[in-house]
Nanobody, 124 residues
Framework: QVQLVESGGGSVQAGGSLRLSCVGSGYTRSTYCMGWFRQVPGKERSVVATICTVGGSTYYADSAKGRFTISLEKAKNTVYLQMNSLKSEDTAMYYC?????????????????WGQGTQVTVSS
């Protein structure tokens, strides 16, 4: 059974930084994609960034480009999201997700495994 556990969330002042971590277990495939999504009350879950093992391709939402960096340490089964220059608009519950295969996707419905989420609160 695949399990994903996020950590690193918390409260930070606008302009500050946080580093989220997601440790996975129970997944044996070597070809997969990982993603960070976020959700606020009353809105749909949306993609922040994704990374795939094939080609090391990454995707960033427009709001994250230039500020956030996604990285993957396969040996540690860990994906990170470094968040710099945080804004109040970044306040949300952040979820780590995974999907098998090599076809990229930005849709939450295409990700099969999810963590429980970690809250990020940015004060202005």
């Amino acid at each position: 059974q695949v399990q994903l556990v996020e950590s690193g969330g918390g409260s930070v002042q606008a302009g500050g930084s946080l580093r989220l971590s997601c440790v996975g277990s129970g997944y044996t495939r070597s070809t997969y994609c990982m993603g960070w999504f976020r959700q606020v009350p009353g809105k749909e879950r949306s993609v922040v960034a994704t990374i795939c093992t094939v080609g090391g391709s990454t995707y960033y939402a427009d709001s994250a480009k230039g500020r956030f960096t996604i990285s993957l340490e396969k040996a540690k089964n860990t994906v990170y999201l470094q968040m710099n220059s945080l804004k109040s608009e970044d306040t949300a519950m952040y979820y780590c997700a995974a999907r098998g295969g090599s076809v990229p996707s930005l849709r939450p419905a295409d990700f099969n495994y999810w963590g429980q989420g970690t809250q990020v609160t940015v004060s202005s």
